[in-house]
Each structure stands twice: as C-alpha cells, then as structure tokens.
C-alpha cells in the first residue's frame, strides 16, 4: 500500500511532504507504481484560507 503523508500549515493552508527520501526522484519513483507527480497530490490536500 502507498500513501502521500503530509504535514497541514493552516495558516497558509498548504500542506508538504513529510521528509522524504530520495526527493529528486521522487516523482521518477511514483510514475512506477502508476501514480501522479507528488505536486499534484499535494493540491488535494490544500484548503482555501478564510
């Protein structure tokens, strides 16, 4: 099983990997298993600010 682990700062309503390994070939590493770029995933997870 897979999954994107983030952290969620409220304030600016973004949320960032968890430290990864390997980030340069992060998205190279994905793209195997059939998923998305890691810049896409991200975006899920944004919440508009009030």
Known sequence: MYGTQVMFDDVQGKATPKPLED????????????????????????????
Do not use: M, S, V
């Open 23 to 50: 980030t340069q070939r992060i998205n190279e590493r994905r793209a195997r298993i059939g998923l998305k770029g890691i810049e896409e995933d991200l975006k899920r997870f944004e919440r508009p600010r009030p």
